[in-house]
């Protein structure tokens, strides 16, 4: 585990205790091993995600009665790491890996990254995905 990993994984604990929202951290990690592959000087799905979080504790603490993980099904479609594929190519095809649903170790072969100016998943499946996920 390098030193940003742990740093990401503290930082997500305390957050997601304050929140009460433990059983966040599974999907969140997931998430975040798969975009470690990210250009670093871009984008940090785990700043990204740690800032957001931080944002709904303010809020919450503000007006408790917000449903949270829909906030939070909302911010995380919007977050700037969705709009980058992810892909190899074999024989000549590109086969693109859904952050979603793929595997961690796929994400951890060679694969290429380029930014697009679309989220894929579309924003959709990625707030379904949260509402599901993060509970």
């Not at 595997?103 to 694969?111: E, G």
Request: hydrophobic share 35%; glycine share 2%; proline share 5%.
């Amino acid at each position: 585990m390098t030193e940003s990993t742990s740093t990401f994984e503290t930082s997500l604990s305390i957050i997601l205790e304050q929140l009460e929202k433990k059983e966040w951290a599974s999907p969140l990690k997931g998430l975040e091993q798969k975009f470690r592959q990210l250009p670093e000087d871009e984008t940090s799905f785990g700043t990204e995600i740690i800032n957001t979080l931080h944002t709904l504790h303010q809020a919450i603490e503000l007006d408790a009665s917000l449903p949270l993980s829909q906030l939070m099904a909302i911010r995380l479609a919007g977050l700037t790491c969705w709009t980058y594929r992810f892909f190899h190519v074999e024989s000549g095809r590109h086969h693109y890996l859904d952050p979603l649903n793929t595997p961690i170790p796929d994400f951890q072969k060679k694969i290429t990254v380029q930014q697009s100016t679309s989220s894929y998943p579309s924003t959709d499946i990625i707030k379904r995905w949260a509402r599901e996920n993060l509970r």
